[in-house]
C-alpha cells in the first residue's frame, strides 16, 4: 500500500472520529494530512521506501496558542499516542511516540519555519531564490484530508507556484548557465583534450537544463534523487531525460564527443522552442545566451529585471 493512501486510511479509520468526539472545540482550526519530506508525500514510495519512517501515521497542524493552547496541544499529542500502534499490516516503529519524524502534532508555523524559514509563507524575493525548491515542494505535496478553516490550503495553493518574475529570472539563469557551460567551455575543453574537465561542464549543463524542463513546465524541481523520474512525468520537454543522462553516463572521447555537441544542440534547440511557444524570447538563433537575456527582459518587475542573473542560482 502506497503511504499517502495508509495515511488516509488511519486518519480515517483511526483518527477522525477521536478529532470529532474529543476535540470538537478545536476542529475548525486544525488541518490534518500527510505533507513534507518522503516519497510517500510524491507519491514514489515503493516496498523498498519501507526500510525506515514508514508507518501509519498523519500530522495534524495546529495553530498559534492563542487559538490552540499548550493544555489542547499537550492533550491531543497524548490522544494520538493512544491511537492504533498496527493498521493495515504495518506496525509503528515506535521511535518517538508523540509521532515520529514525519507524524504527530506540529505547530503549522513551526512546520513551515523548519521547511522553508518562514511562519507566514509570505516571501521576500531573495528568499524566492534562496529557498530550495524541493523544501517549497515539500509545503506543497502530500494531501491535507481535513484542513477546519483552509488556512493551510490557501497557504498551500499560494506557493505551488513561484511568482512569474521569479521563475523567469531562474529562466534567464539557467540558460546564460547552459551557454557557458554546453555551448561555449565544454567544446573548447574537447578541443583541449581535457575530457574530464569536459565532463564537469557537462555536469552543469545537464544540471541547469534538468532545472529548466521543470521551470517551464511551473514546476519545482524535487529532491535530487527524485528529479529525473519527475522530468519523465513532465508534460512537455520529459524526452529530455534520456539526452541528459547520455550526456553525463559516458565519455569525452572525440568520437563521443561530437555526438555529445549534437545532443546539446539537440536539447538547446528543444528549450528554445518551448520558450518560443511561451512567448517568452524575442531572440530567434540558437545561442542560449542571447535568449537568456531576451527571457530576462520579459520580467515585468524592474527591480527583478535589473538584478544580476546570477542571482537566481
Known amino acids: 500500500m502506497k503511504g499517502l493512501e495508509l495515511a488516509r486510511k488511519y486518519y480515517e479509520n483511526c483518527g477522525r472520529e477521536v478529532l470529532e468526539q474529543d476535540f470538537a472545540d478545536i476542529l475548525p482550526y486544525i488541518a490534518v494530512g ?8 510524491m507519491g514514489y514510495d515503493d516496498a523498498l521506501s519501507q526500510d525506515h519512517d514508514f508507518e501509519p501515521g498523519f500530522s ?12 489542547r496541544e499537550f492533550l491531543l499529542e497524548r490522544a494520538y499516542t493512544k491511537l492504533p500502534k498496527a493498521f493495515e499490516g504495518y506496525e509503528k516503529n515506535g521511535l518517538k511516540p508523540a509521532g515520529g519524524p514525519r507524524h504527530g502534532v506540529v505547530r503549522l508555523s513551526e512546520f513551515l519555519m523548519k521547511t522553508i524559514g518562514r511562519a507566514d509563507g509570505n516571501l521576500t524575493v531573495r528568499e524566492w531564490f534562496a529557498i530550495p525548491e524541493q523544501s517549497l515542494l515539500e509545503v506543497t505535496d502530500g494531501a491535507l484530508f481535513y484542513d477546519g478553516c483552509g488556512e493551510f490550503t490557501r497557504l498551500r495553493e499560494k506557493l505551488s507556484r513561484m511568482p512569474e518574475p521569479i521563475r523567469l529570472k531562474k529562466m534567464a539563469a539557467c540558460l546564460l548557465m547552459m551557454s557557458q557551460t554546453g555551448q561555449y567551455n565544454y567544446r573548447r575543453l574537447v578541443d583541449r583534450g581535457d575530457e574530464q574537465g569536459a565532463q564537469l561542464c557537462l555536469i552543469e549543463f545537464e544540471k541547469q537544463a534538468r532545472h529548466m524542463a521543470f521551470l517551464i513546465n511551473g514546476k519545482y524541481m524535487p529532491y535530487y534523487k527524485w528529479s529525473y523520474r519527475a522530468l519523465t512525468e513532465l508534460p512537455v520537454l520529459s524526452e529530455l ?73
Do not use: W
Open 34 to 41: 500527510l505533507v513534507g519530506q518522503g516519497s510517500e508525500c
Open 60 to 71: 495534524i497542524f495546529l495553530p498559534e496558542e492563542d487559538v490552540v493552547d499548550r493544555r
Open 241 to 313: 531525460s534520456g539526452r541528459l543522462y547520455e550526456l553525463i553516463s559516458t565519455g569525452n572521447a572525440p568520437v563521443t564527443a561530437v555526438r555529445k555537441a549534437e545532443l546539446i544542440d539537440d536539447i538547446a534547440a528543444r528549450i528554445i522552442c518551448e520558450l518560443q511557444d511561451q512567448n517568452l524570447t524575442d531572440a530567434v538563433c540558437a545561442d542560449l545566451q542571447k535568449h537568456a537575456f531576451s527571457v530576462n527582459d520579459h520580467i515585468a518587475d524592474g527591480n527583478i529585471r535589473n538584478m544580476d542573473l546570477f542571482a537566481a542560482l
